[in-house]
């Protein structure tokens, strides 16, 4: 099984910066789009930024010019650098992982996993 571990939420002033980090473990042949979701309290889970294993990005609009995405392949790891935060940047944030794992039969299928999600808020 692949399992994602998010670490670095927790509460900061606006303006601030907090980085994430997600690091996935597991049977993994190869990672291809890991992202980073967020859902706030009342709202639906929502976008924030997607990075290719080519390093191609995209990036929700209302975090554009503020956070970063970025990833290490050879520790199987994506970040997400927030500055400038505000307010309504407070959400769970989840990292989210896509690609191919060997299953403990060997057999070898695609994954679509979520991390359990680490919490950021972001006062006035």
């Known amino acids: 099984q692949v399992q994602l571990v998010e670490s670095g939420g927790g509460l900061v002033q606006a303006g601030g910066s907090l980085r994430l980090s997600c690091a996935a473990s597991g049977s993994i042949l190869s990672i291809n789009t890991m992202g980073w979701y967020r859902q706030a309290p009342g709202k639906q889970r929502e976008l924030v930024a997607t990075i290719t294993r080519g390093s191609s990005t995209n990036y929700e609009d209302s975090v554009k010019g503020r956070f970063t995405i970025s990833r290490d392949n050879a520790k199987n790891t994506v970040y997400l650098q927030m500055n400038s935060l505000k307010p309504e940047d407070t959400a769970d944030y989840y990292c989210?992982?896509?690609?191919?794992?060997?299953?403990?039969?060997?057999?070898?299928?695609?994954?679509?996993?979520w991390g359990q999600g680490t919490q950021v808020t972001v006062s006035s």
């Open positions: 989210n992982g896509q690609g191919v794992t060997r299953g403990a039969s060997g057999v070898v299928y695609n994954f679509n996993v």
